[in-house]
């Protein structure tokens, strides 16, 4: 129906996860050290990400025969400011352009079984997922992935919207476009931002894309199952520090910035540009006539964008959810 009236209940509501206890720890999931293809070794790596301020690390290594299986053990590099969690990067043959597979898993079981020749990459990230694993589909344009290939992917919790080493690598660290067209499908999908750094040429590939993930603590089950809930947002650079919903527009918080934009799953944004600007009240009524298509989107997100281009992106918000 053109005419649905979307309009939502007036009462403030503020949107997890910047209405729950506890405060945002900064991470990266998706790292590479010696024990595959990276260039230094764990604790090395963990060392740089610890002095460049972050919270917590992953080395996801590939677990591929060509390593002999790693998944790496670094619980004594934790510390009381700094943890770790245990995973690894699953593959399995084929994506649509026929490469393997690349799929993130964190806090996999350290025993789980080999992949199986027979495997392919969906079966094996639902057997990960299973295990109990925080499941996301890696650098989408890197691997050229299809909606075909995402939508098989049906265990999935999160799809990699910025890969760092992907970008400075050859120009496609943008996943964007899957996660959008799988939410219109109707996929619940969050959004992670990862560096995949390799660390072969310095830091040219790291501390360019990260989570900020909300807990009470750095236990590393409590940041998994967080990552799982979506109780966390993504940055190149500038935080986000509230966003809220009342009388039918989002308001949003942050550090300065030059444009706050609210976007669904039409071509119609609704954007506040500026200087230094650190609010904005964005009206969900704006969304509701995009060329050639009236239907409201049923999810939106918040992206934030300072004059450098560095941006930081809200998880998908369902407005099902909001009532």
């Known amino acids: 129906d053109n005419n649905h009236d979307c309009r939502l209940p007036d009462t403030m509501t503020s949107l997890a996860p910047f209405s729950l206890p506890g405060q945002f720890w900064r991470g990266n999931l998706h790292t590479h050290s010696t024990l595959s293809d990276g260039a230094l070794s764990p604790a090395e790596v963990i060392a740089s990400y610890k002095n460049a301020g972050y919270d917590f690390l992953m080395l996801s290594e590939h677990y591929a025969p060509d390593f002999d299986w790693p998944i790496a053990d670094t619980r004594h590099l934790r510390d009381d400011s ?26 996999l079981p350290r025993d789980c079984e080999h992949t199986r020749p027979d495997e392919t990459g969906p079966q094996v990230a639902r057997r990960a997922a299973e295990a109990g694993a925080f499941i996301s589909i890696c650098h989408p344009a890197w691997s050229q992935l299809t909606f075909e290939d995402g939508m098989s992917v049906n265990a999935a919790h999160s799809v990699e919207i910025y890969n760092h080493g992907s970008e400075v690598e050859n120009d496609r660290g943008d996943g ?12 619940r999908l969050s959004a992670n931002a990862v560096d995949d750094a390799h660390l072969h040429n310095g830091t040219l590939d790291a501390f360019g894309g990260w989570v900020n993930v909300k807990t009470e603590n750095l236990d590393p089950a409590e940041l998994v199952t967080a990552l799982k809930n979506g109780h966390f947002y993504s940055s190149q650079g500038p935080q986000i520090h509230n966003i809220s ?53 049923p999810w939106l997100r918040i992206v934030v964008r300072e004059a450098s281009g560095k941006k930081a992106w809200s998880n998908p918000i369902w407005l099902d959810q909001l009532t």
Request: aromatic share 8%; glycine share 6%.
């Open 176 to 187: 964007l476009y899957l996660l959008d067209q799988l939410l219109n499908a109707g996929r």
């Open 245 to 297: 919903f009342s009388d039918n527009r989002f308001l949003v918080d942050c550090t300065p910035v030059q444009s706050i934009t609210l976007l669904g799953g039409t071509s119609k944004t609704v954007t506040q540009v500026g200087e230094n600007i650190t609010s904005a009240a964005l009206s969900l009524d704006s969304l509701q006539n995009a060329w050639l298509n009236s239907t409201p989107s």
């Open 82 to 107: 700094f943890t770790t969690i245990i995973g690894t990067e699953l593959h399995a043959p084929k994506t649509t352009v026929g490469e393997y597979w690349h799929i993130l898993a964190a806090r």
